[in-house]
């Protein structure tokens, strides 16, 4: 299995800029998670996706990100306009998602830098 | 208080020492955890992930679980340089159905050759 693949895997814009994330879950697993990492706050949760549905979104800074997963194969995070503090490193994360089997799986995450 | 404490270190060791990584939790809804590694500048990897309380082993790994005292350790044996790494320590809260973890701030290990 090729694991969660993201892409870019860095992304450099001005400030303002619309930012498009992407990611490819693990075949077969039910959920998608977006974390975003940084120094000062470590990993935190963006948003979560159960078969696709936005099940926990209590993570999104701001109407500027917005999340959609259109199937089970593929899943965006947007960041629109984009600012300096948004910079950081975002992962993807998949789970099998049934009962018992709660266990994540990174992707190797996209660098953004906001300038 | 953080809702999951973990001491970020650094943490330095010679080869060939047994390491013990550790993180205590405030909320006993916390069911599930796991343990990821992470190299610098790539994405955490599952390491270990456990429910019960107990012992359970995967080669040099040991992962322990105290649910009554609201703590779970890492243990790594015979540590390599290759070990060298952050180590999260993450979990799982199941009281409301969210399935997000909630992540330890790491702690920083460096195994000297």
């Known amino acids: 299995d090729a694991g969660v693949i993201q892409s870019p895997r860095h992304e450099v814009t001005e400030m303002g800029q619309e930012v498009t994330l992407r990611c490819k879950p693990i075949?077969?697993?039910?959920?998608l998670f977006w974390y975003r990492q940084t120094m000062m706050r470590g990993l935190e949760l963006l948003i979560y996706?159960?078969?696709?549905?936005?099940?926990?979104d209590s993570g999104m800074p701001e109407d500027r990100f917005s999340a959609k997963m259109p199937n089970a194969s593929f899943s965006t995070l947007k960041i629109q306009p984009s600012e300096p503090r948004d910079s950081a490193v975002y992962f993807c994360?998949?789970?099998?998602?049934?009962?018992?089997?709660?266990?994540?799986?990174f992707g190797p995450g996209t660098r953004l830098t906001v300038t | 208080q953080k809702e999951v404490e973990q001491d970020p270190g650094p943490l330095s060791v010679p080869e060939g020492a047994i390491v013990s990584l550790n993180c205590t939790y405030s909320?006993?809804?916390?069911?599930?955890f796991m343990w990821y590694r992470q190299y610098s500048r790539k994405g955490p990897e599952l390491l270990m992930y456990?429910?019960?309380?107990g012992n359970k082993e995967d080669g040099r790994f040991t992962a322990q679980v105290d649910k009554s005292s609201k703590y779970i350790s890492l243990f790594i044996r015979d540590s390599q340089p290759s070990d060298s790494a952050t180590y999260l320590c993450?979990?799982?809260?199941?009281?409301?159905?969210?399935?997000?973890?909630?992540f330890g701030s790491g702690t920083r290990l460096q195994v000297q050759p």
């Open positions: 456990t429910y019960s309380s």
């Open positions: 993450a979990m799982i809260f199941m009281d409301t159905g969210r399935r997000a973890l909630t």
């Open positions: 909320n006993s809804a916390f069911q599930y």
């Open positions: 075949s077969g697993h039910n959920s």
């Open positions: 994360a998949s789970s099998p998602g049934l009962a018992g089997k709660y266990e994540q799986y």
């Open positions: 996706f159960n078969n696709n549905v936005p099940i926990d």
